[in-house]
Nanobody, 121 residues
């Protein structure tokens, strides 16, 4: 089982970026999926998560500017993070996370490799 993130890059303040993260491998089901970020010199923080039922939760710092969604159809198992009205303080390495029940193994959290988002003012 692995998570593969993509979509990071350079954005301008006020602009938009969309991140995606696909889970693959021998997956029975996926519980929650989410995005965390870590800026230089800071601790990793939760940005947003979405449950298997579609309930979402956002950090106060991104509410109203970020939308998390997921696509479980046809085993796509992908979570998206749409970011709008970007701010320089959104600059960080973004990590996707998912609690996955593999077909052979124990339920646990998996992490993607991280994707850099840099927002210029």
């Amino acid at each position: 089982v692995q998570l593969q993130a993509s979509g990071g890059g350079l954005g301008q303040a006020g602009g938009s970026l969309t991140l995606s993260c696909a889970a693959s491998g021998s997956i029975l089901s996926i519980n929650h999926m989410g995005w965390y970020r870590q800026a230089p010199g800071k601790e990793r923080e939760l940005v947003a998560f979405i449950t298997s039922g579609g309930t979402t939760n956002y950090a106060d710092s991104v509410k109203g500017r970020v939308t998390i969604s997921r696509n479980n159809a046809n085993t796509k198992n992908t979570v998206y993070l749409q970011m709008h009205s970007l701010k320089p303080e959104d600059t960080a390495v973004y990590h996707c996370n998912a609690q996955i029940i593999p077909t052979n193994g124990w339920t646990r959290d998996y992490w993607g490799q991280g994707t850099q988002v840099t927002v210029s003012s």
